[in-house]
Each structure stands twice: as structure tokens, then as C-alpha cells.
């Protein structure tokens, strides 16, 4: 059965390669830091992650491009979620990377007595990076919809994202978090919800944030389990972890749209679904 894994996951790695391996060309990343006045100058700093090509057409006014907020979990930098980036981006998307926290920032709170642990403060001002950070873009770069964002977060990051959802439910199309473990997930119906989780013993979710299966299904809420720690949800985790990641990430994505055409000589390869065993014989097929 190991074996099986092995092989399962060396197929579907071989592919992703050759996407990352692609995109690098495909695909501009810039870094900048914006201060807000209101706020002291506080730093925001973010990373664009776009496809030379979509850029061109959208400045050029042929096409509007559709907005990917990623926050960061605490501890890890905006600029190490590139796997998760460079997928929005090969399918089209501004990709827009957010560093929620600076060092002036402290460490977060954990006060077991009080709701999201006495993290209202950090998911407030996370809400209030995003929005700063949506406002200046608007008047710096390409044309965008603001109005209708995909929001994805590992960790503290997910339940950043969360909770934007729910005080503006009306700017938002979808969530997805990877493992966040405080902000209970909205059940309300308005938007699609992907949660990968993580197996970690040492970071397990409050109780009442993941729903029960029963309230997942009703409202279009998408629970998947994978094998690999919290930590790895990054691009400091290992390879299998974030082919795993991209796959499943790629096919919530794909559910509404095929992969937005790319100029031959910088397509990326497509990220196929899991290979499954033929029960009967035991080779492998692809569905």
C-alpha cells in the first residue's frame, strides 16, 4: 500500500513540476510596500503575482482580472506562499499576497476563555490590511474586480480570511483555508468554502470551527483531509505536500472554469486529479 502511495504521488508530482518549472516565465511577481496615513504609516507590505499576458490585456482595458487575497500564517512571510500564488496566476487571477503582521505586532494572543482565543484585535486589523491594501491598488495597477475576491489563508491567515468574510460577505466569491483553527466557518450559504486540513497533533482546530459533514454538504462546504503537518502549508514545506495542496486547490478552482488559455510556448502543464488503482487489477488508470 505504501508503495502505491509512493507511485501515486511521483505521477502527479512530475506534472507540477513541469507547471512550476513553466510558470516562472509566464508569471510576474512584484513586491512593494504601501504606508498607511491612517494607521501611523503603518507598513503593508504585498506581493502582485500576475501572467505577463492577462497584465498587458487587462491595462489595456480587454479584460478584467479576477482578485486572489493570500494572508500569511503567523510566523511565515507573505512572500512563501509562491505555490499558491503562481496558481492563481497561471488561471488568470491577481494574485495579491499580504504580510498581516510586523514584528511591532508581538506575538499573537491565546486566551482560552475568550472568543478566537482574544484574537479579534489581529483579525480586525487583518481585515483593515486587505482593505487598505485593495484601496491603493485600484489606483496603481491593471484593471481588476475588487468587488468579487477570492480569499486564501494558512493558519492565522485562513482565519483572517474567514472573518473578512463574514463583516463583508458582500465583497467576497469564495474562501479557502488551509488549516485555520480559530474562526468557525460561515454556514449561511453565500459563498463556496474549501478548507484543507492538516494531521498534526499539535494544532487542532477550537472546537466548533470545521461543521459537521451534514452541515458541510448543505452549504457547499468543501472539507478535505490531507496527511501533512500545519507547517508544511507553505512553500517551506515539502514538495508532496504542495502538489497535494495545488491539486485539490485546482479542481475547487476548476469547478466553475477550465484553465484560462496560455500562449503555447509558456504553457504551463495541466495538475491532473488523484491516479486511483483499478480495483480489479491493481494498474494504474486515470479517471
Known amino acids: ?34 504606508y498607511d496615513p491612517t494607521r501611523d504609516n503603518r507598513p503593508v507590505a504585498v506581493e502582485l503575482t500576475v501572467r505577463r499576458d ?10 478584467t482580472l479576477p482578485v486572489a487575497v493570500l494572508s500569511n500564517g503567523n510566523t511565515v512571510k507573505f512572500t512563501e506562499y509562491s505555490f499558491l500564488a503562481n496558481l492563481f496566476a497561471a488561471r488568470g487571477y491577481l494574485a495579491i ?5 510586523t514584528d511591532a505586532d508581538g506575538p499573537l494572543a491565546t486566551k482560552a476563555e475568550e472568543p478566537y482565543a482574544g484574537r479579534i484585535a489581529t483579525y480586525e486589523r487583518g481585515v483593515t490590511n486587505i482593505l487598505f491594501a485593495i484601496d491603493r491598488l485600484k489606483l496603481m495597477g491593471a484593471n481588476a474586480d475588487y468587488g468579487h475576491l477570492t480569499l486564501i489563508g494558512h493558519s492565522n491567515g485562513g ?15 469564495r474562501v479557502v483555508t488551509l488549516d485555520s483553527l480559530r474562526v468557525p466557518f460561515m ?18 482546530a477550537d472546537p466548533g470551527v470545521v461543521p459537521d459533514p451534514y452541515i458541510c454538504k448543505m452549504f457547499g462546504i468543501r472539507v478535505l483531509q490531507t496527511e501533512y503537518r500545519h507547517t508544511d502549508m507553505s512553500d517551506r514545506g515539502p514538495d508532496r505536500a504542495k502538489t497535494t495542496v495545488v491539486a485539490m486547490l485546482d479542481q475547487f478552482l476548476a469547478d466553475e472554469g477550465a484553465l484560462t488559455s496560455i500562449p503555447e510556448m509558456m504553457e504551463p502543464d495541466p495538475i491532473p486529479q488523484m491516479i486511483e488503482p483499478d480495483p480489479m487489477t491493481g494498474n494504474l488508470e486515470r479517471p
Open 1 to 34: 500500500m505504501k508503495r502505491k502511495s509512493l507511485i501515486l504521488l511521483g505521477l502527479l508530482a512530475l506534472p507540477v513540476v513541469g507547471y512550476f518549472t513553466a510558470t516562472k516565465w509566464a508569471i510576474r511577481h512584484e513586491t512593494l510596500t504601501l
Open 54 to 63: 492577462k497584465e498587458l490585456r487587462a491595462i489595456a482595458g480587454m479584460t
Open 97 to 101: 499576497s499580504i504580510q498581516q503582521d
Open 159 to 173: 482565519d483572517i480570511s474567514m472573518y473578512f468574510a463574514k463583516v463583508h460577505p458582500e465583497l467576497v466569491r
Open 187 to 204: 454556514t449561511d450559504g453565500k459563498f463556496r468554502i474549501l478548507a484543507i486540513r492538516a494531521n498534526d497533533p499539535d494544532f487542532k
